[in-house]
Nanobody
């Protein structure tokens, strides 16, 4: 079956960086979209970034210039490089593949 496993979350100080990874298995990877979403306590799940099947990328305004999404079709991996993290970036980050499949999430906490 299709599985998505996120990793790379943790505690980081404001201004720091983290790189999230999403390992995809059980499905062909090429030409499909992969996205990162986040959900803070008491809030709705928001789109952070998407890498479309045609190679285009979409970013939420609140991460433009700080986060970078990428995919490795050979390794069947998705990545989210997060730089200059702010406390308001604290959330559970989820990977979503083909617009259908979700990972279990990884916690990112930005705090001094």
């Amino acid at each position: 079956q299709v599985q998505l496993v996120e990793s790379g979350g943790g505690l980081v100080q404001p201004g720091g960086s983290l790189r999230l990874s999403c390992a995809v298995s059980g499905i062909d990877f090429a030409n499909y979209s992969l996205g990162w979403y986040r959900q803070a306590p008491g809030k709705e799940r928001d789109m952070v970034a998407r890498a479309l099947g045609n190679g285009n990328t979409i970013y939420a305004d609140f991460v433009k210039g700080r986060f970078t999404i990428s995919k490795d079709s050979v390794k069947k991996m998705g990545y989210l490089q997060m730089n200059n993290l702010h406390p308001e970036d604290t959330a559970v980050y989820y990977c979503k593949f083909t617009g259908t499949y979700w990972g279990q999430g990884t916690q990112v906490t930005v705090s001094s």
